[in-house]
């Protein structure tokens, strides 16, 4: 069965603090694996696209990276306002791009 | 921001009454997307759409219909609301020229009593 798991659940880390949050994926033909922001009442932002092992995108403090099971999206010296919701995706399905989403990291950065 | 609105963004309804909901596009973008997001499910797909009157069906249909008459409009229809279908609906459009992220809309918070 196709799947996306995201570890921590949660994480609470002081301002600067450095972590990295994991999403592993068990997806056929996968075709490119996404991360997204949300903030509480709002829709997901998207940060970042990876398509092959190896693959490393950064933004600012985000820094997201792929193997061929998972990605991991680091933040390094967080501020607080980074805290969010991370999401990530897996798309399959050919053309169409369906997304698979994985549950997602509550991250909370204390200053 | 990609120029996704949705509307109503928040709506209570009892069970039994049909609801629509309405996502609105300006960017002219082929592939449309209903998802709903529930807690200790996260987002899962609806219904999608790859071209005016071309829709299909996604990880959890049952209960809801698509239409899609104009480009720039998708609409989800739950044709007699029940009380598990409480929950936030998100519409997404696929970037074009060839991208493959899709650009989420606010929401809609649906309540069904």
């Known amino acids: 069965e196709d799947q996306v798991t995201q570890s921590p659940e949660a994480l609470r880390l002081q301002e600067g603090e450095s972590s990295s949050l994991n999403c592993s994926y068990t997806v056929s033909g996968l075709r490119g694996l996404f991360w997204y922001r949300q903030d509480p009442g709002k829709g997901p932002e998207f940060l970042f696209t990876l398509y092959s092992a190896g693959e490393e995108k950064e933004k600012e403090r985000l820094k997201a990276t792929l193997t061929k099971k998972e990605s991991f999206l680091h933040i390094t010296a967080p501020k607080p306002e980074d805290s969010a919701t991370y999401l990530c995706a897996v798309s399959w399905g050919g053309a169409t791009n369906k997304l698979i989403f994985g549950t997602g990291t509550l991250l909370a950065v204390q200053p | 921001d990609a120029g996704i609105t949705q509307s109503p963004r928040h709506k209570v309804t009892e069970t039994g009454t049909p609801v629509t909901l309405r996502c609105h596009q300006t960017e002219n973008h082929r592939y449309m997307y209903w998802y709903r997001q529930d807690p200790g499910h996260g987002l899962r797909l609806i219904h999608y759409?790859?071209?005016?009157?071309?829709?299909d069906k996604g990880e959890v249909s049952d209960g809801y219909s698509v239409s899609r008459s104009k480009t720039e409009d998708f609409l989800l229809t739950l044709e007699s609301a029940t009380s598990s279908q409480t929950s936030v609906y998100f519409c997404?459009?696929?970037?074009?020229?060839?991208?493959?992220?899709?650009?989420f809309g606010p929401g809609t918070r649906l309540t069904v009593l």
């Open positions: 997404a459009i696929r970037g074009g020229q060839g991208r493959d992220e899709q650009f």
């Open positions: 759409s790859y071209g005016v009157k071309d829709t």
